[in-house]
Antibody, heavy 121, light 112 residues
Framework: QVQLQESGPGLVKPSETLSLTCTVS????????WSWIRQSPGKGLEWIAY???????NYNPSLKSRLTTSLDASKNQLSLTLSSVTAADTATYHC???????????????WGRGTLVIVSS | QSVLTQPPSVSGAPGQRVTISCSGS?????????VHWYQQLPGTAPKILIF???NRPSGVPDRFSGSKYGSSASLAITGLQAEDEADYYC????????????FGTGTKVIVL
């Protein structure tokens, strides 16, 4: 059973860079798409980005200029960095594996429980 | 950035049937893109409940069902139980938003 565990700094100052890691256990990260999704009280669920070990990726256009994602197959981890953060980036950040029927729209399953990031001075 | 609209809350007594709507547009649900549904119990991560409009993953009770019509979708819960009290989200895809995945605004189901 695949499990995902996010980790992060908890508190980040405005204008600084947020760095998060998602560690996958119970399965390999290869040959799957992985997404980052955040959840905040004011904006609900927001898809951030997806990445695949084959190099394919896509970012939410509203965040693209500040985002970097990567995968480390040797550690079975995915990472996300978000630069120039503001209070609007305060949220619980989840990683999730994509599910699909080889057609149609991917869904997200499973999800990690998420890591809360607060942007505040 | 929620592009799909859901009612903030729905409520029902145990045993009743409730439905949650998910309203999109011609660029997402109306274009035929799949709709998925998630259940989020308090303090936990979202869990897939319905995928590709109408399909239940193994382990999901058949009390949960999904449907799609035009630019909207719906999740129905029949025989409502106390354990169904949770937040529910729909999800789809919209190529007009740079191939973004999109979520609904979320609905709180309250069991009276």
């Amino acid at each position: 059973q695949v499990q995902l565990q996010e980790s992060g700094p908890g508190l980040v100052k405005p204008s600084e860079t947020l760095s998060l890691t998602c560690t996958v256990s119970g399965g390999s990260i290869t040959n799957h798409f992985w997404s980052w999704i955040r959840q905040s009280p004011g904006k609900g669920l927001e898809w951030i980005a997806y990445i695949h070990t084959n190099g394919r990726s896509n970012y939410n256009p509203s965040l693209k200029s500040r985002l970097t994602t990567s995968l480390d197959a040797s550690k079975n981890q995915l990472s996300l960095t978000l630069s120039s953060v503001t209070a609007a980036d305060t949220a619980t950040y989840h990683c999730a594996r994509h599910g699909n029927l080889n057609r149609g729209v991917d869904w997200f399953d499973p999800w990690g429980r998420g890591t809360l990031v607060i942007v505040s001075s | 950035q929620s592009v799909l609209t859901q009612p903030p809350s729905v409520s029902g007594a145990p045993g009743q049937r409730v439905t949650i709507s998910c309203s999109g547009s011609s660029s997402n649900i109306g274009a035929g893109y799949d709709v998925h549904w998630y259940q989020q119990l308090p303090g936990t991560a979202p869990k897939i409940l319905i995928f590709a409009d109408t399909n239940r993953p193994s382990g999901v009770p058949d009390r949960f069902s999904g449907s799609k019509y035009g630019s909207s979708a719906s999740l129905a819960i029949t025989g409502l139980q106390a354990e169904d009290e949770a937040d529910y989200y729909c999800q789809s895809y919209d190529p007009s938003l740079s191939n973004s995945y999109i979520f609904g605004t979320g609905t709180k189901v309250i069991v009276l």
